[in-house]
């Protein structure tokens, strides 16, 4: 009997031994012999690299380091290739699934790495800001920590997802998503209080209100990568 706190994996028809492999694929995978692949694999190894993008991002704001950011650059581009690779898997397969399950399964890697565009803009701010020597308030710094952190976190649920479809992880996936655009928001709120109290500078306010809005963005695309995989339980019926 199918257990009621999962949904079915169309993935599992690709990769049925993915369960017990899967967890082979992080941040550090190696992404030259993507044929070899499966989509969901290659998924998942796209979340990985997002992770680690995170993390780099992150500390890129302490250390302002050029070759952090070069390094992210590369993540990125990675990000876009496998994007690619794991597109184009699904549509030499798309036969295997019906029609619904298709139109939910190949947007994932389009989202997954949509989630990376938005890094891509708050990656451009840091630049900026480096460049030109703009200073971050104490607790915009803080703020910014505290959102890479939960995004950190939402990522790697985001992860498992697509391992295991399991509804309880989806629904988390929301939580931390409203969470995310809800500190994004408080932060806003936070910041206009600074600026009109004179601790922040225009300069400052128009790069941290962009890494905001891209923040909101990273929590709508999560939230609809939960939704595509949450369809699959209607489909599947």
Known sequence: MKDKNYVWNPFRILSPKLNTEIRKFDETEDIDELASKSPEEILVIMVGKLTELTKMISLGFQSESSEQQDVCEKLIQEIGRLERASTSGILKVSE???????????????????????????????????????????KAKSELLEMFSVTVDLLRNVGDSLVTCNL???????????????????NRMNHWERMERGFCSPDASAIYLKILDSFKGIAEYAVKISDSLCSLEDVSK
């Open 96 to 138: 295997t699934f019906g029609q619904n399950v298709f139109k939910a399964v190949v947007r994932l890697p389009s989202r997954v790495e949509r989630i990376g565009v938005m890094f891509e803009h708050i990656l451009a701010c840091q630049k900026i800001k480096v460049k030109e020597g703009i200073p971050f308030s104490d």
């Open 168 to 186: 309880v992880i989806l629904d988390h996936i929301k939580g931390q998503s409203n969470k995310l655009a809800e500190l994004a928001e408080e």
